[in-house]
């Protein structure tokens, strides 16, 4: 029988908090994410639009510059309201897809790929710790190009046009960040689902943008032959759309209602949980 | 989860775990004390299971585990008193050695000031520090073999769990690392690794593990699994002057079963079901005069227990 003598102390002094360990994870990854050009580009090329609507409110707002091109009948075309909004924000996601498309394989499917959670999950970490870190590095990327462009455009609408139009339109606000946040959740949960599902990072980028047109396809076909509408639920793009045109007081087109599609979605992401939590497995499960 | 017993072992009540329909380990119950424990079995025959059942990686579908009273349900415990290794080569190429295991540091709680300062300690202790700022894609086989072990490492955990550590390694920096695991079992830590270097689980192991499909072979330390076997036959080596002389006296006694010479004629090699009684016959030989210069158990090893037990190479 061995004699151990028993002299090691270990380290017994303060711990950073569980939040500050978890940012560990997502400064890495992003500090990769800026590294890559291509990300970096459609970053700059999303700022575009919100530059040009940035440029509109300022024009709507002093119409006196217009006043050489017929200002009066422009200072109606360009009313800002719901249905400003509604078309910044459709923009927007479709910028929001293609860098979920870009980035997001790049979280999950390496580590997949290398064997790498196991590195993760021998720390003290859970899987939904695990989640919640990469999750976090695409709602900041996210956020960058949604709700925070957004809600500086309805800041500097609110104040450039007064307290009357504020009045008459804070909701807006709320429905600007409401409505990008759901649709970051969407888009993330889509974008770590894939790349948990495809250890390829390329496959995983066209399985993001495949889910989003080809449901888009499948829901036209639907609607075109049972000549229905609730087809539409079908396509999350089209459900967002339904949703936000609620949220910003916009009349929805025919179709299936918010409700409906609130419901739907929601559906979906527990669907892309389960799926998420059923493929990140720490060790390869043989079956 | 109630964790099976508060005592400062590694233990395992009755665990089994499937996956699927695929057998991983079944029925194991194990207490495995603080030293070097080698877990020793053929591919595919449950060690990295036991592995991972151990840290929590995988939870068994039937029995309790306990790490030093800790249930691997809990990670936020159980980790900050666990390093493991694993076979995989998975540290990302893009980080330096330093950056990945500090990163690992930050994930404990540890600030960035103290990760890198552990880090580099840890580093330091698998002679990898002049490669600390490179990049782990330039690192050859055996650096990233120890930049796993340096992670695994770098809390300072009183349980190690690493799977195949020593593959990879030159000589020089195996024998340091054989030394540093003297070192952590010596001051009470767990270290349990898996190997199929027999020879060297031989040398550095204070008690094996022996599993062959899913099921615990033999367990304990070498000598005393290698007692608990009566239905092989003992083998010791005999250097002596007289062999042929100590070779007729010994083949009197019942418990002998075989005597080879060797072909020096200054050495024998005897096979007996009885170890005490063969070591009282050996005495009785010196006492009647016969020289006896050594005798060597030839099959106390894990090598033999591994042919015996589960038979084969690995």
């Known amino acids: 029988m061995a004699v151990y003598k028993r002299g090691y102390e270990r380290y017994d002094g303060p711990l950073t908090s569980h939040t500050t360990r978890l940012l560990a994870m997502p400064r890495f990854a992003w500090a990769r994410l800026m590294d890559q050009k291509l990300v970096v580009i459609l970053l700059a090329l999303s700022m575009l639009w919100p530059l040009l609507c940035g440029g509109f409110i300022y024009l709507a707002n002093h119409l006196s510059l217009l006043q050489g091109f017929g200002g009066k009948d422009l200072g109606k075309m360009v009313e800002i309201n719901g249905k400003f909004f509604l078309i910044f924000m459709n923009t927007q996601a479709v910028f929001s897809v293609l860098l979920a498309a870009l980035t997001g394989p790049g979280l999950i499917a390496p580590d997949l790929a290398n064997n790498a959670l196991p590195l993760y999950f021998s720390r003290p970490l859970t899987r939904l710790d695990y989640i919640g870190a990469r999750m976090a590095v695409l709602v900041a990327l996210l956020s960058m190009i949604t709700w925070i462009p957004g809600s500086v455009l309805f800041v500097m609408q609110s104040s450039m046009a007064g307290r009357t139009w504020f009045a008459a339109n804070w909701h807006l606000g709320g429905a600007i960040v409401g409505g990008f946040l759901l649709r970051i959740a969407l888009l993330s949960m889509v974008a770590l689902t894939c790349s948990a599902w495809v250890k390829w990072r390329i496959v995983a980028g066209a399985l993001v943008l495949g889910f989003f047109f080809i449901l888009a396809g499948v829901s036209q076909m639907i609607n075109a032959i049972l000549r229905v509408e609730f087809g539409s639920l079908f396509n999350p793009s089209r459900a967002m759309y339904i949703i936000w045109s609620a949220m910003l007081g916009v009349e929805a087109p025919s179709g299936p209602t918010a409700w409906e599609c609130v419901s739907v979605l929601a559906g979906l992401v527990v669907v892309l949980a389960m799926i998420l939590e059923r493929k990140l497995r720490p060790v390869e499960v043989i079956s | ?314």
């Open chain 2, 1 to 314: 989860m109630t964790a099976p017993g508060a005592a400062p072992d590694v233990v395992f009540e009755d665990v089994s775990k499937f996956y699927g329909e695929v057998l991983g380990v079944n029925k194991v119950t194990l207490h495995i004390p603080a030293g070097i424990t080698s877990l020793v079995g053929p591919n595919g025959s449950g060690k990295t299971t036991l592995m991972n059942l151990m840290t929590g990686l995988i939870h068994p579908d039937r029995g309790a585990i306990a790490v030093r009273g800790l249930s691997p349900r809990d990670p936020e415990s159980l980790m900050r008193i666990t390093g493991y290794a694993t076979q995989f080569d998975s540290a990302p190429r893009w980080a330096t050695g330093m950056d990945f295991v500090a990163t690992g540091l930050a994930l404990y709680g540890y600030n960035r000031a103290e990760s890198r300062e552990l880090a580099w300690k840890a580093l330091e202790q698998v002679s990898l520090t002049d490669a600390a700022d490179r990049k782990v894609a330039g690192y050859s086989k055996g650096m990233r073999q120890r930049v796993r072990l340096a992670q695994a490492i770098a809390h300072d955990p009183p349980v190690l769990v690493l799977d195949e550590p020593l593959n990879g390694l030159d000589p020089l920096v195996r024998a340091e690392t054989i030394d540093l695991f003297r070192h952590y079992a010596a001051q009470g830590r767990h270290v349990i690794l898996s190997s199929h270097v027999l020879q060297e689980v031989d040398v550095i192991s204070d008690q094996v593990i022996l599993i062959a499909n899913g099921m615990i072979v033999a367990e304990g330390e070498i000598r005393n699994v290698r007692d608990e076997m009566v239905e092989h036959p003992s083998q010791f080596i005999i250097r002596c002057r007289d062999a042929s002389r100590i070779a007729s006296l010994l083949f009197n006694e019942s418990h002998v079963t075989e005597i080879r010479m060797n072909d020096d004629r200054l050495g024998l090699l005897v096979m007996t079901r009885d170890r005490e009684e063969f070591s009282r016959a050996l005495t009785r030989v010196a006492v009647a005069g016969h020289v006896i210069d050594g005798v060597i158990p030839a099959d106390e090893n894990v090598d033999a227990l591994y042919e015996y037990l589960i038979g084969g190479r690995s």
